[in-house]
């Protein structure tokens, strides 16, 4: 994708051969910012405070912070250690876990001597795997958009809503739920998205408006609770979200306020598709609701508002009375039966256990027997 022209992953490893790169994403879409990652608890506390996000490349970040730990410390208890605080970042999106237990299970038979060189290794290739996933989530998800263009005038756009940024932001590269869309727009495929702004921390009117505009995707930001009106309206053609956990019977955890445009999209009988890469599956569970542990943030994400001041500046504002209580749950589980089906890297899947199973068997037969690769 390409960022103020330039084509750039969202996560590299510097010209220095070690050090690693991401965006400063609470700047954007004001400043675009880099920031060097140089020891294991820069690339925590760029992942606790989100300054990098989104479900997959959390994990590639993770993945790399693994690898700074082990060029400090290779021993069994410097990976422990390392595992433990990198885990420990955010608990909600299963990539995290997933890259963190590929990297351990990469280098735990190494010689600590060459445990760094392994490890930078196999966060290269979770990266490369990342890339590639998307665009095969690209490819299936456009023969969605393809179908819906068929019906339509010339010129006549097909109106997607997505939720949050599943977009190159969230990713390595190309984003899940942005990927088929990109691809849509790049066929010259007339496409508008409505882009949720996503409160708290508006990771769509900042985000997925920023790429999306970057691209030249026609795009308009609207506030979360207007989806349902436009739907209403038959404004809203498909809507594609991404995912930060989907259970082994379907059910979908993302960006709070998801399952409201879920319910929204059944009511108004507009097909509801999430944008999933084979990482991001968590077999070990099965009842969402129940069972997928739900982050939940500061309040000052929701008492305050930042932005950029007419003078350049970038200013954080509070908009709630003093005392007032806030809740801040960061995600929401939207149920299986509202999914109208998941775009996957092997094609577009059904939101149910046997579908799954069938399409990732590899996936759930290594979810059998689940080991904690730190150990
Ligand atoms: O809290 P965030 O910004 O990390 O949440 C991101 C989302 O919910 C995304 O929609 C999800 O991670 C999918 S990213 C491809």
């Known amino acids: 994708m ?32 880099v920031l060097r990652l140089a020891a294991p608890d820069d690339a925590v506390r760029a992942i606790a405070t989100m300054r990098t996000r989104g479900a997959p490349l959390i994990g590639a970040v993770a993945a790399y912070g693994l690898a700074l730990a082990l060029r400090a410390d290779a021993s069994d208890d410097g990976l422990r250690r390392a595992y433990d605080a990198l885990l420990a970042t955010r608990p ?14 990469a280098v735990r038979d190494s010689a600590p001597a060459a445990r760094a060189a392994a490890a930078y290794r196999r966060a290269a290739e979770i990266c490369d795997a990342d890339v590639a996933i ?16 068929a019906n339509r005038r010339p010129g006549q756009p097909v109106n997607i809503l997505t939720h949050c940024n599943a977009g190159w932001l969230a990713t390595v590269d190309f984003g899940t739920a942005t990927a088929p869309i990109y691809l849509a727009h790049d066929k010259g495929i007339a496409v508008h998205v409505w882009v949720d702004e996503t409160r708290p921390r508006n990771q769509g009117a900042s985000l997925t408006a920023f790429e999306l505009g970057q691209h030249g995707v026609p795009h308009t930001v609207i506030p979360d609770n207007t989806g349902g009106y436009l739907m209403q309206h038959g404004q809203v053609d498909l809507v594609i979200v991404g995912t930060d956990r989907v259970t082994a019977r379907g059910d979908v955890c993302n960006k709070i306020g998801t399952y409201l445009k879920a319910l929204a999209a059944r009511d108004n009988g507009v097909p509801f598709y999430v944008a999933l890469p084979s990482p991001t599956l968590d077999f070990r ?65 059904a939101a149910d256990a046997r579908a799954l199973a069938e399409a990732f068997p590899d996936h759930a037969s290594r979810a059998v ?7």
């Open 285 to 349: 569970v099965n009842d969402g609701l129940a069972e997928i542990p739900i982050e939940q943030r500061a309040p000052a994400e929701v008492t305050g508002v930042s932005g950029r001041t007419a003078d350049g500046r970038i200013e954080t504002v509070t908009i709630v009375p003093d005392g007032s209580k806030v809740a801040n749950f960061g995600f929401d589980v939207t149920p299986a039966r509202l999914v109208t089906g998941l775009i996957t890297e092997r094609g577009i899947v």
């Open 2 to 33: 390409k960022i103020e022209g330039k084509v750039t992953r969202s996560v590299w490893v510097e010209a220095d051969g070690w050090s690693v790169g991401i965006f400063d994403q609470t700047v954007l879409p004001h400043r675009v910012a």
């Open 134 to 149: 998307n665009a095969a989530i690209g490819r299936h998800g456009l023969g969605l958009i393809e179908r819906l263009a």
């Open 92 to 105: 909600t999106a299963i990539n995290l876990k997933w890259a963190l237990d590929e990297m351990a299970a």
């Open 369 to 375: 027997a689940p080991r904690r690769a730190a150990e």
